[in-house]
C-alpha cells in the first residue's frame, strides 16, 4: 500500500472516531464535562503518540470513546482537568493493555483502571501510573505477568491470601 493512500485512510479514521468523541459530548455534558473540537484534535494525536509508543497498531475506533463513557461519572474528574486526564489515561490504557499481553479486554482493563481511580488512587493519575502491571493483573485472578515463580499475595481488600503466578 502506497504512503499517500495510507495516510488518507488514516485521516478518514481519525475524523470518524473525533465525529464518535464528540457525540460523547451529550452524556458527559451530565457531569459538567465537554470537549471542545481542539481538545478533540489533541486526544487523536495523543492516541497516534501513545500506540506508536507503547509498539500497538489499531484498527477502526480507538479507546477513547469508551475510555470517556467509563470515566465520566467519576468525582476526580472535573472540567479544568477533564482532557490532561482522558490523556493521561488513555496513555497507560494502551501501556497496561501492551503490557499484559492483551490478556484483559479493553472493557474489564477500564473498569479495573476506574476502580483503582476513583478507590485506592482516589483520582491520583500517579497512583494508578505507579500501580504497575503486576497490581493491575492482581486486581483479577489469572493474569500471569511472567512465567516465573508463584508468589503468595495477600489480598489487602479483603485479608485473604492468593496465589498468583507473576
Known amino acids: 500500500m502506497d504512503a499517500q493512500l ?6 478518514a479514521l481519525a475524523v470518524k472516531d473525533c465525529e ?10 451530565k457531569y ?10 489533541q486526544l487523536q494525536v495523543q492516541r497516534f503518540e501513545a500506540l506508536k509508543s507503547s509498539g500497538r ?34 496513555e497507560m490504557f494502551y501501556y497496561f493493555k501492551t503490557e499484559s499481553g492483551d490478556y484483559l479486554s479493553d472493557n474489564e482493563l477500564l473498569t479495573i483502571m476506574k476502580s483503582i481511580f476513583d478507590g485506592a488512587a482516589q483520582g491520583s493519575l500517579e497512583y494508578l501510573n505507579s500501580m504497575g502491571l503486576e497490581t493491575i493483573c492482581r486486581a483479577i485472578k489469572g493474569c500471569d505477568v511472567d512465567e516465573g515463580d508463584d508468589e503468595v499475595y495477600e489480598d489487602e481488600e479483603y485479608g485473604e491470601e492468593d496465589e498468583y503466578d507473576v
Open 6 to 11: 495510507s495516510t488518507h485512510i488514516i485521516q
Open 32 to 41: 459538567g464535562l465537554t470537549l471542545t473540537d481542539k481538545e478533540i484534535t
Open 20 to 29: 464518535l468523541v464528540s457525540q460523547c459530548n451529550q452524556e458527559t455534558s
Open 57 to 90: 497498531v489499531e484498527f477502526g475506533q480507538g479507546i477513547l470513546r469508551p475510555l470517556i463513557m467509563k470515566f465520566c461519572d467519576s468525582q476526580f474528574i472535573h472540567k479544568s482537568n477533564y482532557a490532561e486526564t482522558l490523556a493521561a489515561l488513555q
